[in-house]
């Protein structure tokens, strides 16, 4: 029992007792000071009552003096208390203090507010059962450790608050010992959750730009960054759309059933006979959600979209119920919702300006985003796009690489391979590239039937029909698709079962590509059968291929021709060689053979002699080496360990250096082949030098002639705004105006480029009208009225047999016309006006309105806009005038 708990245990004296003690007490304690001070009090001196008194007196005041100060002192001790009585309970961390039984003895309000109850409830309770129960062993290990060791230690854990929830805690722990008490523990508990969602997120962004710049391809870049997500975020779905063709199809994804892939892959609005529905200036028509981000259809000042171009939610249910499609943009869906996903986002992938993809993230549970998550996402959706888009433009690079050695690989088949034989072994090579299971290589005769010699085996011995036959005269074409193909010369193709006759093979999808020389189609492709079908991107490539084959094709082809019926068995293969070698000869690219090991020519064409300037004898029996060809020695080598390690060698790019020392870029390809038993290399250098030189001449070229254009119609306009001072500046402003509207409403480049010279010399035609009218004061009479109308025809005439790139003329003769067929001179109607037109109809009619003119004051601004939009969907275009009054209004657009 300590000093205190023994006072209280004493008996308590009474007032009277207690008073008459203190006042002898005093009195002996006075008397012993007096002593002290004097020395003896014998030896004091008499002094009269009055100084006894006064003195008495001063002592007094002083008393009350001593006695205030120690009031004062009093009332600052107890503000201070109670500043750290505050400054404990509304600290940011939440203070315990345990015993060594790991009991709560003592916590601050902000502990108990962290955990969600109520102070006194927690009070004598251990706080083991606040952590979770997977961070429990971590607890009692960080508890036991301060306990035993006594200095402070750190531990992260997560807690569980009274309601059930969750958060990340920071614990800061040190053992104290109290004199004369037990040893406590004291703890500081910190709320880290979003410190930790902060550094997972860096984390997640970090792992993800690690992958972007390690991994070389980007199917698998995608499906490493979706399942990074997937576990970083624990979100249930997550998954990547990027452009393909026409449609932003889903390219890797994460946590989505077959089911909903199936139903939303495409985006794109198809119509009534299966054809891509377009919007008014061209583009593919998106639908749904992702359609509005892909398109940049957000309005931030909605609550689901943000500045960045991100739609999320956190309940899609009660999103549908509280919104309109208006609201929503466009129509959507609903798939989402209807699969159970309340929280769903959308992120723009960008490059540049250009979305080039988004990323979907979803998850069935409701609140899971935040605004900063979003803005986190925004930022890593930024740097995917950029990685991406540099990742895919790599490969477009390696796809053309492998396209020419595509091709090279089909002209040694045509030089190497006799006969009918060509045509099956090219239809291999098509085939393995095209990934389909069946095909066709054939060619059309002198009577245009159509012979297919390559029919692939698959066809010809799974094929039941009875009368199953390579050989297809017109007649017998009927309306197949492949027959439409070569009477269309164009390529068709089908992702749908085809109805073929009994007996047939089953056709689950199908491509026909004619073969065309000189604009007849002469041979065609067929491929059916492959897993996904086929699309936008394998029509071009082997369109390609069948574009590079046509020549060499239409020789052997004309070759057949020549021979008769009786000649052709004999002479097949000696002509056949022949025409391989002179295919090898009249080659654009050098072609050479020789010794694998030494590299020693054996033969060269005739391309290597003209371009080199070695002649024939020089070059053979020699190396690359020996003739001083190569620019790197040791790029020879390099090709060498290419050719052991992968067979080939496929676009290899060097420099070469001819004869007169000049030096050349050249695409080198070669692959081996055995003759004797010696092996030997067949080489195709093909010479880039000059194109990209001309590549970059005509990039230069085209820069200056749109300089030039651009300054030739700016000398124009200002020729025709001499006579009209009153409207001087008109056509510039409202070039300007229509430039960002058509910008705003996602016109191409080009379109802009062109409407905005267009806008610059709209009014031209006011060259021939008198400049009394124009700048005439009164109103206009008929006949003066009449005049100025005809400025759009008299415009369009001066200017229609001039080859503008773009559609100038047009556009200045419609600018006058009004989309319910009012205006002049045609009085044409909306469905037959150019896009252009509409725009700068409307631009012209706001800047004349908002400007000064002779006959009136300026209206301004607002009265321009009302103008417009009171006649929106009348006499202008809706979607027009809608962007238009968005720019004065919102975006602060002004003529300046």
């Known amino acids: 029992m300590n000093h205190k708990n023994k ?24 008397e012993e000071k007096l002593v002290s001070f004097s020395g003896a009090s014998s030896k004091m001196k008499k002094r009269a009552p009055e100084d006894v008194i006064h003195e008495l007196q001063v002592h007094q005041i002083e008393l009350k003096m001593q006695n205030e100060e120690l009031r004062k002192s009093q009332l600052a001790l107890e ?28 916590v601050n309000l902000t502990g108990a507010i962290l955990l969600g109850e109520d102070r006194r409830k927690l009070i004598n309770s251990r706080f083991r059962r606040m952590v979770t129960t997977q961070d429990q062993d971590l607890w009692d290990n960080h508890f036991l450790s301060v306990l035993k060791q006594g200095k402070k230690q750190t531990c992260d854990l997560m807690l569980k608050r009274q309601d059930g929830s969750f958060f990340q805690a920071g614990l800061e722990s040190i053992r104290m010992e109290v004199s004369g008490e037990a040893t406590v523990i004291h703890t500081a508990v910190t709320d880290i959750t979003e410190r930790k969602q902060a550094e997972e997120r860096e984390r997640l962004a970090r792992e993800v730009l690690d992958l972007l710049n390690r991994k070389e391809e980007v199917a698998d870049s995608i499906s490493d960054i979706l399942l990074m997500v997937k576990s970083h975020t624990n979100f249930e779905a997550v998954g990547i759309r990027l452009s393909e063709g026409d449609d932003f199809p889903y390219y890797q994804t994460n946590g989505f059933s077959e089911d909903f ?27 749904c959600m992702c359609g509005n981000i892909l398109r940049g259809r957000t309005n931030d000042k909605l609550p689901f979209f943000t500045k960045g171009g ?122 393995r590239e095209m990934e389909s299971k069946y095909g066709v290589f054939g060619y059309l005769d002198e009577h245009g039937t159509f012979i297919a010699p390559s029919m692939t085996r698959g066809i010809w011995d799974k094929c039941q029909l009875p009368d199953k036959t390579i050989v297809f005269p017109r007649e017998t074409w009927g309306d197949s698709i492949w027959g439409r193909a070569i009477l269309e010369k164009r390529s068709l193709w089908k992702n749908e079962p085809r109805k073929v006759p009994q007996g047939h093979i089953p056709i689950e999808n199908i491509l026909c590509v004619p073969i065309l020389f000189r604009e007849e189609a002469i041979a065609e492709f067929q491929v059916a059968n492959r897993q996904g079908g086929y699309g936008e991107a394998n029509k071009e490539w082997l369109e390609g291929i069948a574009e590079f084959i046509a020549p060499v094709l239409r020789a052997r082809l004309e070759r057949d021709l020549n021979e008769t019926q009786r000649k052709q068995t004999e002479e097949t293969l000696r002509l056949s060689e022949e025409k391989i070698s002179k295919a090898f000869q009249a080659s654009p690219d050098w072609m050479t053979i020789s010794t694998f090991e030494e590299g020693r020519y054996i033969d060269v064409n005739d391309a290597f002699v003209e371009s080199s300037g070695f002649i024939r004898e020089e070059a053979l029996g020699k190396t690359l080496i020996d003739l001083g060809i190569l620019v790197d020695p040791h790029d020879r080598d390099r090709a060498v360990e290419i050719i052991r390690k992968e067979g080939c060698l496929k676009n290899f790019e060097s420099k070469i250096r001819i004869k007169s020392g000049k030096v050349r870029i050249m695409l080198w390809s070669a692959e081996t082949f055995d003759f004797k038993g010696q092996k030997y290399v067949t080489s195709t250098k093909r010479d880039i030098t000059e194109l990209r030189k001309a590549q970059e001449n005509l990039e230069q070229a085209l820069e200056n002639i749109r300089r030039a254009l651009g300054g030739t119609i700016e000398a124009v306009a200002m020729t025709s705004e001499v006579r009209d001072p009153y409207t001087a500046g008109h056509q510039k402003r409202v070039a300007n105006l229509s430039r960002v509207i058509a910008q705003e409403m996602g016109l191409l480049e080009d ?146």
């Not at 500043?83 to 060594?100: K, Q, V």
């Open 79 to 106: 503000e201070s208390r109670q500043r750290f009585a505050d400054l404990y309970d509304f600290s940011p961390m939440g203070y315990f203090t345990l015993t060594p039984a790991a009991l709560i003895k003592e």
């Open 261 to 287: 892939l199936i139903a939303e892959r495409s985006l794109c609005l198809y119509d009534e006979e299966g054809n891509i529905v377009s919007d008014e200036v061209g583009n593919p028509v998106l639908e």
């Open 310 to 431: 991100s739609f999320w939610t956190n309940s899609t249910t009660k999103l549908l119920a509280s919104t309109t499609e208006k609201d929503r943009q466009s129509p959507t869906r609903n798939r989402c919702n209807r699969e159970g996903y309340e929280s769903v986002a959308l992120i723009p992938l960008r490059f540049g300006d250009k979305i080039i993809g988004l990323l979907q993230l979803n998850d069935r549970r409701v609140d899971r985003f935040n605004a900063e998550m979003i803005r986190f996402f925004e930022g890593l959706g930024a740097s995917i796009g950029i990685a991406l888009s540099r990742k895919r433009g790599q490969e477009e690079l390696q796809e053309n690489l492998h396209k020419n050695s595509t091709q090279n690989e089909i002209a040694r088949i045509f030089l190497n391979v006799p006969d009918e034989k060509m045509y099956a072994e090219v239809l291999k090579v098509i085939l």
């Open 751 to 896: 379109q802009v480029n062109g409407l905005q010279m267009a806008g610059a010399i709209h009014d031209l035609g006011k060259i021939s009208v008198p400049a009394e009218i124009l700048s005439k004061p009164t109103k206009l009479s008929n006949i003066e009225f009449s005049l100025i109308k005809n400025h759009s025809q008299i415009g369009y005439d001066i200017l229609k047999d001039i080859d503008f790139p773009w559609p100038i003329a047009r556009i200045v003769l419609e600018h006058h016309e009004r989309m319910n067929g009012s205006g002049y001179p045609n009085g044409l109607t909306g469905d037959q006006l150019r896009p252009e037109t509409k725009i700068l109809m409307v631009a012209d009619v706001v800047e004349a309105m908002a400007s000064y003119r002779p006959y009136r004051p300026a209206l301004g601004i607002e009265a321009a806009l009302e103008e417009i939009e009171k006649n929106k969907g009348i006499l202008y275009d809706f979607r027009v005038v809608e962007t238009c009054s968005g720019l004065f209004r919102e975006k602060g657009f002004s003529f300046g």
């Open 7 to 30: 006072m209280f245990e004493m008996k308590k004296p009474k007032k009277s007792e207690e008073k008459e003690s203190s006042e002898r007490l005093l009195r002996n304690t006075v």
